[in-house]
């Protein structure tokens, strides 16, 4: 069995079509079957049935599939180790001003390493260190941190950002309460209990969130508040890295300060990652 086959696997599951997998793989079609077929007479399991409208995966199949992911990511792994590549996954803002510091002082510790930051929207940056498309990140918190390797490195306030001729716009400190009618953006891809702790759902009243339009990205979020759309929540090193025209921040006042975790695998042998855990608990001491 062959990584180029474990690819193979995947991109099937991801398309439903075997055509389709086929021109995203620069494959033939026939070529494809024929591994496909192969593959489910070495395991002696079917992997996909097979329907007019294309093919989906069995349940062994969607186990396999799943297997086959995290092999492909491991694999992954081990190449970024080798080209002594670390790879860093963030949210956003990441941990304020505590993600470039310690990027510039790893760089200097480690000029013969690479770090690749990796972005991600709203929780992503927990799922790719699950799926081990990053070697360590700094994850936004709740998350669920389940068998990784963490500790809270990073706290900071949070905002409310509001469009620049919004009646609030002026204030030097505003309440969860004092937006409580005011249409909030939010997303639906990100785990519940992260849209609800930076919602502040329930409110102090016991109320739910107005809730406004949703959004994919920290882009399309900050694009529709400037356009009056609504308003919403962020952390503050949020209104020093992304200021637009059309959009002003204002304190939020009496809400729990964002908690930045540094994640990694329980057990990592990377030794780059030691090293980047080690230089982000040296600056993060108070």
Same mark, same amino acid.
């Given at each position: 069995?062959?990584?180029?086959?474990?690819?193979?696997?995947?991109?099937?599951?991801?398309?439903?079509?075997?055509?389709?997998?086929?021109?995203?793989?620069?494959?033939?079609?026939?070529?494809?079957?024929?591994?496909? !077929?192969?593959?489910? #007479?070495?395991?002696?399991?079917?992997?996909?049935?097979?329907?007019? #409208?294309?093919?989906?995966?069995?349940?062994? #199949?969607?186990?396999?599939?799943?297997?086959?992911?995290?092999? =492909?990511?491991?694999?992954?792994?081990?190449?970024?180790?080798?080209?002594?590549?670390?790879?860093?996954?963030?949210?956003?803002?990441?941990?304020?001003? =505590?993600?470039?510091?310690? !990027?510039?002082?790893?760089?200097?510790?480690?000029?013969?390493?690479?770090?690749?930051?990796?972005?991600?929207?709203?929780? #992503?940056?927990?799922?790719?260190?699950?799926?081990?498309?990053?070697?360590?990140?700094?994850?936004?918190?709740?998350?669920?941190?389940?068998?990784?390797?963490?500790?809270?490195?990073?706290?900071?306030?949070?905002?409310?950002?509001?469009?620049?001729?919004?009646?609030?716009?002026?204030? @030097?400190?505003?309440?969860?309460?004092?937006?409580?009618?005011?249409?909030?953006?939010?997303?639906?891809?990100?785990?519940?209990?992260?849209?609800?702790?930076?919602?502040?759902?329930?409110?102090?009243?016991?109320?739910?969130?107005?809730?406004?339009?949703?959004?994919?990205?920290?882009?399309?979020?900050?694009?529709?508040?400037?356009?009056?759309?609504?308003?919403?929540?962020?952390?503050?090193?949020?209104?020093?890295?992304?200021?637009?025209?059309?959009?002003?921040?204002?304190?939020?006042?009496? @809400?729990?300060?964002?908690?930045?975790?540094?994640?990694?695998?329980?057990?990592?042998?990377?030794?780059?990652?030691?090293?980047?855990?080690?230089?982000?608990?040296? =600056?993060?001491?108070?």
């Amino acid at each position: 069995m062959e990584l180029r086959q474990l690819r193979y696997l995947v991109t099937i599951a991801e398309t439903g079509n075997l055509g389709r997998a086929a021109e995203r793989l620069y494959v033939s079609q026939p070529a494809l079957s024929q591994t496909v !077929r192969a593959l489910e #007479g070495e395991l002696g399991v079917r992997l996909f049935d097979r329907h007019p #409208g294309g093919v989906s995966p069995t349940a062994v #199949g969607r186990d396999v599939v799943e297997a086959a992911r995290r092999t =492909l990511a491991a694999a992954e792994g081990v190449r970024a180790a080798a080209a002594r590549v670390l790879r860093v996954g963030f949210e956003a803002s990441g941990a304020g001003d =505590l993600t470039s510091r310690v !990027r510039a002082e790893f760089a200097r510790r480690h000029p013969e390493a690479r770090l690749e930051p990796k972005r991600y929207d709203w929780g #992503g940056e927990a799922e790719a260190l699950r799926a081990g498309l990053v070697d360590v990140a700094f994850v936004w918190l709740p998350a669920d941190l389940t068998g990784f390797a963490h500790e809270v490195v990073h706290r900071e306030p949070r905002v409310v950002g509001l469009p620049e001729n919004h009646r609030l716009a002026g204030r @030097a400190g505003l309440t969860v309460m004092d937006v409580a009618d005011e249409p909030l953006m939010w997303t639906e891809r990100a785990p519940r209990e992260w849209v609800d702790w930076w919602a502040v759902n329930p409110r102090p009243d016991g109320s739910a969130p107005k809730w406004g339009p949703t959004n994919d990205n920290v882009e399309e979020m900050l694009d529709q508040v400037a356009d009056g759309v609504a308003v919403c929540f962020g952390p503050a090193s949020m209104a020093r890295y992304y200021t637009r025209p059309g959009l002003v921040w204002v304190p939020l006042v009496g @809400a729990e300060p964002l908690r930045v975790a540094l994640a990694w695998p329980a057990g990592s042998a990377n030794p780059l990652v030691a090293a980047f855990v080690a230089v982000v608990r040296e =600056l993060s001491r108070p």
